[in-house]
């Protein structure tokens, strides 16, 4: 018999193991609650406007980007609820409404320029049941640090070390691949390859969202996140597959947090095991006919890679990021997008230095590139659910420069003017280079 082994529940069991005896301790001590607020609500909406001009392109096919202009609206708005259940333990709430469409339906370029919007077939706005979970936390030490009231946080105090489990349905990338300069397209850099690792494909519905369990243990300067968490069924799909024994995605994540120069910097070292019911291109590939993904897909296929995530603080109002993926280059994109290897780095600037601290400026570029095998699918005519032009004549890595200014209205109210430019969108040469004019507006309290 073939035992099936998931090294993340391994781990996770032994450590658990390990912490018992502290956790018995704990629930069998006096000492006070850590935390003060009982529960609290907060709302955020967005909407980004987006343009391209036309661009030169010789030829296009069914997942092109357009190469006449275009202008293209999305709009989220959500609602963060956090309740505390007992002095360790949370229900958190966030029903959210999305809506609006991405140029070319979302195809044509593999570092899609707004993050704000899904791969869904109707514009219509439409609420859903954005994360519903309950997050546990045990203390492992006596020590504690203030946490500020914030969207799914009340407010209070929480054990610096500390070992954390949350189970429901929850978005993987709220707890992996974070950043402190570049992770939130609602107010910061809005393109998908620099607000998250390009080549991380990330177990998520067609929404970002999964459902599973994530874990963490924390202290002052280190943690381990490990997360095994529900695929689609299908690629970039709205609903999940089940059979968790076949298919999952496996996470884990090292984190150091440090300081040089007297100014805050983190690493993390973050690797991926995703098994889906995917296809891989070699044996997509068919003699005298163009190649057949789905002819190839089977429960259990394997997709893999790892990334690595460096912040750094120069003085108190400039930081300075920089990533870099990698993924076995084998298998079709499940959930995010069609990006093998991917290098970005990028600065942001607080607006205290112009006597402006709410607003700020963040300049990127990330060069993004196709395994071998995945560029001959492209060339014969193959098609993921992000890019494909029927054909790929002159590949050149996708590069791409950002550029944004975000101006605090009001406290609560953010404009953000945003450029962006495509060279080589989807990989090809024939086609681009595209640029892109955005306004995002952000409401939150």
């Not at 019911?277 to 190839?296: I, K, S, W, Y």
Request: hydrophobic share 35%; proline share 6%.
């Amino acid at each position: 018999m073939a035992w099936n082994v998931n090294p993340v529940l391994v781990l996770t069991t032994a450590g658990l193991l390990c912490l018992l005896p502290s956790l018995a301790a704990q629930e069998a001590s006096d000492q006070p609650q850590p935390f003060s607020e009982r529960w609290n609500i907060h709302f955020q909406a967005t909407s980004i406007g987006q343009h391209h001009g036309g661009f030169p392109s010789l030829y296009e096919g069914d997942n092109s980007l357009p190469p006449q202009p275009e202008s293209r609206a999305s709009l989220t708005a959500t609602v963060f609820l956090a309740v505390r259940l007992g002095w360790h333990t949370d229900l958190v709430i966030n029903p959210e409404i999305a809506g609006g469409r991405g140029f070319g339906l979302v195809t044509g370029i593999a570092g899609f320029t707004n993050g704000e919007i899904p791969r869904v077939s109707s514009a219509t706005p439409t609420l859903y049941p954005a994360r519903a979970f309950l997050r546990t936390t045990w203390a492992l030490g006596a020590e504690t640090e203030s946490v500020e009231n914030g969207m799914n946080q009340p407010a209070g105090a929480q054990p610096v070390r500390r070992f954390t489990a949350i189970v429901g349905k929850f978005a993987v990338t709220d707890y992996f691949d974070s950043n402190s300069y570049s992770h939130d397209p609602r107010k910061q850099f809005m393109n998908w390859a620099l607000m998250y690792n390009g080549a991380w494909d990330y177990p998520a519905d067609t929404r970002g969202y999964t459902i599973g369990a994530m874990e963490e243990l924390a202290t002052r300067n280190w943690s381990l996140r490990l997360a095994q968490t529900a695929e689609p069924t299908v690629a970039n799909g709205p609903t999940f597959d089940t059979r968790i024994d076949k298919n999952r995605g496996d996470t884990v994540e090292v984190e150091r947090r440090y300081h040089s120069g007297g100014h805050a910097g983190a690493l993390r070292v973050l690797g991926f095991a995703n098994r889906e019911d995917a296809g891989t291109f070699r044996e997509a590939m068919r003699p005298g006919g163009p190649p057949n993904l789905a002819a190839t897909r089977r429960n259990g296929t394997l997709k893999y890679g790892f990334g690595v995530n460096l912040e750094q603080a120069l003085t108190p109002d400039i930081g300075v990021f920089s990533r870099y993926g990698w993924s076995d280059g084998k298998t079709e994109a499940w959930a995010f997008t069609q990006i093998d290897r991917s290098l970005s780095g990028g600065v942001s600037i607080q607006g205290k230095l112009w006597k402006r601290g709410g607003d700020q400026i963040g300049v990127a570029a990330v060069r993004n590139y196709l395994s071998g095998d995945q560029r001959s699918f492209l060339a014969a005519g193959g098609l993921g659910f992000i890019i494909g032009d029927g054909r790929l004549d002159r590949y050149r890595p996708e590069s791409i420069v950002e550029a944004y200014y975000s101006w605090q209205a009001t406290k609560q109210f953010t404009l953000t003017g945003d450029f962006q430019r495509v060279a080589n969108p989807a990989y090809n040469h024939n086609r681009g280079p595209v640029s892109v004019l955005t306004l995002r507006v952000h409401w939150e309290r």
